[in-house]
């Protein structure tokens, strides 16, 4: 984990190979073998690999459809691979905010939306979490709207 948080990417892909080859999702494992399937992922979408990248990030969803995170990245790779599909990018974080409604998911979202300038995206976003109850805390991300 800490060559991948230190842009180490090639060392992380390959010490993150070793891990799944190591142990293939083994019971207790199940949450450590899926979050190894993520940072792979981001491993290889930090090298601009995104089609390798998305193969990860979906078998990170597969073996744990309760990660969060694996949602919100695999997201986030599905839209920088086809910026188009909207719909499947939205899916995934609907799926995320499901999970976890916490205000830093909601600013994580909000956030990226506005870092790829779809404003549309973050205009139904704040909605949506305005009518949750976290308008006070989404101050800043909705603001100019």
């Not at 230190?6 to 190979?17: S, T, V, Y």
């Not at 979050?35 to 990170?60: C, F, M, P, S, W």
């Amino acid at each position: 984990m800490l060559l991948y948080v230190n842009m180490h990417n090639d060392q992380a892909k390959m010490a993150l190979r070793r891990a799944i080859e190591a142990y293939p999702g083994a019971g207790w494992t199940t949450g450590y073998y899926a979050d190894v399937h993520r940072l792979l992922g981001l491993a290889l979408a930090g090298q601009n690999r995104l089609t390798d990248a998305i193969g990860y990030l979906e078998k990170a969803v597969e073996i744990n459809p309760a990660n969060t995170w694996a949602h919100i990245h695999y997201g986030k790779a599905l839209y920088f691979c086809s910026p188009d599909q909207i719909d499947l990018t939205v899916a995934q974080f609907d799926q995320a905010l499901q999970l976890e409604p916490e205000v830093d998911i909601w600013q994580n979202l909000i956030q990226f939306w506005k870092s790829v300038g779809n404003q549309e995206e973050v205009r139904n976003f704040c909605l949506m979490a305005k009518s949750l109850g976290f308008g006070n805390q989404l101050i800043i991300e909705c603001s100019n709207l």
